[in-house]
């Protein structure tokens, strides 16, 4: 019978954050073992079987399913944490809503001026010890997105929106950690009064004022416009900042691998910036509460399970990829051989945002960070108490 097989390390702990692999190595093998569990939740971390549960969305969902208790339950969470409770009710809900957002995600690709992030850049070849450069290289594609948006802020707003988002998705899935909840209720709120504000003042000529237009005379509603913009616009500035530590990182732990892109930065293309994200993904675990019966690698899941998949064990399996733990940029990304981006319904919404980013932007790092700079490994801070994520909130690099 498949099991589940208990850590010996928190997924909190720091070791686990930084480098899960080791502990995660001696499980690949053992077919009797589903998973693993840490903290009282289960963990799926192979590839194939996080596959099959991806693709299992008939039967799972990020929700529970709907019972008198869940709605209770809901009802409770709604009147003490109402503006969590309409995003969950309105966000990525309606498929017009969606569409119309896919539509204008590919317009905003053509508006974003990465060439604004340039003095980020330069700060990577000033000689000295950098503490800080995260503080800084976190708002950037934030203010970049807002931008090209139509969205007006000025810099203390920016902060503020910023630091909101990132209380809304450090409290994604930690049900039981009612300060949490609390900050992400209150970064909710936040952001959705800037948004209704914008949504009533864009500027005519901006793609915010075309995209509220055209949804308004769609007959969307603008809770279900304003909550889509509010996961977006959340969720992918989060997601590029938090990554972009582990690329640093890597860039220099794998000095060898990553010359030739210092060299012809013309070879920098999706590829790369996928291999960059396998290695070291920021998600750390995404939750799926069981609402049919089906059997995954020999074990049945009945309705009230509840399962999370593991994507750095995902992206690390050696069961999958070769050589997991190598940084190699010849490998081949296909649609169905990898799960950076998650996928089925839960695919993330701004995924080419994220490689165009990347590949725009890492052209610049290489140009300015010096290859003999070095991360101060024993002074790197990390923040493993999310869920949902794994974060490192300082990156001391030394620049000689």
Known sequence: MTQFVPLDVSIFDRSFTLDPFQYLKPLYA????????????????????????????????????????TEAEFREFARRYPNRAWHFQYSLTDIKTKVILNRYLADLLDKIVLEDAAPVFGVLGEPGQHNDY?????????????SAWGFEFDAAQLEKLYD??????????????????????EGIAYNRAYMVEQFETANPGTLLHDFVKESRESGISDDHSIATM?????????TISVSTAFMLRNILRFRDE??????TPSLIDDNVILEFLRRDNHVKALSRQIHSSFVLRGREMNPGDSLYIFYPGIN?????????????FQREFTRDNHNVFGGSRYACIGSRIALKYFAAILPGVLANLPESAQ????????????????????LPIFVP
């Open 134 to 146: 995260l503080d800084v290289v976190r708002l950037l594609p934030m203010r970049l997105l807002l």
């Open 164 to 185: 909101a988002s990132v209380a809304l998705v450090k409290s994604f899935d930690n049900y039981d950690n009612e300060a949490l909840i609390a900050e992400g209720e």
């Open 30 to 69: 053992e077919k009797d073992v589903l998973g693993f569990s840490s903290e009282g939740m289960n963990f799926c971390f192979r590839f194939e079987d996080c596959k099959d549960l991806i693709g299992a969305h008939t039967h799972v969902a990020r929700e529970p399913a709907t019972t008198e208790e």
């Open 375 to 394: 991360v101060i490994e024993d002074e790197l801070e990390v923040d493993g108490d999310w869920i949902a994520e794994r974060v490192i909130t300082k």
């Open 316 to 328: 690390l399996d050696p069961t999958h990829w070769k050589n997991p733990l190598a940084l190699d």
């Open 230 to 238: 509010l996961t977006f616009m959340q969720a992918t500035p989060n």
């Open 258 to 263: 990553v010359r030739p892109l210092r060299e």
